[in-house]
């Protein structure tokens, strides 16, 4: 009997350290951000107001991470009113015929301290191809303003083409180039046990 009260013992503690746990984006300690070059001479950077963007992962360093991303394209913000509607338009975004844009992983490898080669396929005007990203865990504390719940810090960096979903075709480089950078920055928690 004392036999399999260990057992069971041993099997709820190992279904609680490996359990999968989903970590969800602080938006105000969050954002979702990108840069393009106008004319081969100037940086312009923007960002997207308004996502939901989830990790879940069983390891402490997220080297089993699985993540979802689904950007409302109608909150780009580039601080210039008149060239967000003109992004928001059929030209660009097409955000009336297009609201989101979703990237979901595919796979995590590890490819330095706390660093992944992260790859998964982004949607983007009905166009999914696969795209790799590089993410860093930047760290995990807890949050003293959230009863010491645990809190992650993420970045993810990397490059797209708009050409590679056909965004903005009618506008190419140099007018503004092919590559668009990706910053994204990320405080995630989860409820504390």
């Known amino acids: 009997m004392k036999k399999l009260t260990l057992f069971f013992a041993f099997l709820f503690v190992s279904i609680g350290l490996f359990a999968q746990t989903t970590w969800t984006a602080d938006p105000y300690h969050s954002k979702l951000g990108f840069t393009v070059t106008h004319l081969g001479i100037a940086d312009v950077p923007g960002h997207f107001n308004t996502y939901d963007v989830s990790i879940v992962s069983s390891k402490e360093d997220f080297s089993d991470a699985a993540i979802e991303l689904t950007v ?40 330095g301290q706390n660093t992944y080669t992260l790859k998964g396929d982004l949607t983007l005007l009905g166009v999914t191809k696969p795209v790799t990203m590089t993410m860093k865990h930047r760290g995990t504390t807890q949050n003293p303003n959230a009863d010491g719940a645990p809190v992650a810090g993420i970045q993810i960096t990397g490059v797209i083409k708009r050409s590679d979903f056909g965004l903005g075709s009618k506008f190419p480089a140099p007018m503004i180039s ?6 994204a920055d990320g405080e995630f928690g989860h409820k504390k046990d």
């Open 72 to 111: 409302q394209t109608n909150s780009i913000d580039t601080r210039v009113e008149p060239r967000d509607n003109h992004l928001k338009s059929a030209d660009f975004f097409d955000a009336e015929k297009h609201p989101t844009m979703t990237f979901k992983s595919t796979s995590i490898k590890k490819s």
């Open 178 to 183: 092919d590559e668009v950078q990706i910053k």
